[in-house]
């Protein structure tokens, strides 16, 4: 992360907000996440719960069926893996 573009900079500012209040949504939920990792094909990223490995996925521009801010770990409470149920 250490961009010196400024349109860069722009867009890691918009799309910091979104994974802030993501993050901030994963946490309501009792999740412990990992560190943000980029997507590959698109502006975004996910992380997943040290806990229970729920993800949660943020896309700067999502497509039509699409969410900026998806996942299991924001609609779902933190549970530990042993009792999962789907
Ligand atoms: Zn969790």
New binding site residues.
């Given amino acids: 992360m250490g961009s010196s573009n400024k349109k860069g900079k722009q867009i890691m500012t918009f799309f910091d907000k979104l994974v802030k209040e993501a993050l901030k949504s994963c946490k309501w939920r ?3 996440m990992l560190a943000l990792e980029p997507l590959l094909n698109r502006i975004g990223g996910f992380a997943r ?1 040290k ?2 490995e ?1 993800e949660v996925m943020i896309i700067l521009k999502p497509l039509p069926n699409e969410i900026e801010i998806s996942g299991e ?1 924001v609609a779902l409470n ?1 549970e530990r893996k042993n009792h999962v149920n789907t």
Avoid: D, P, Q, R
Wanted: aromatic share 0%; proline share 0%; hydrophobic share 10%.
């Fill in positions: 009792g999740h412990k719960c806990k229970c729920k770990a933190c």
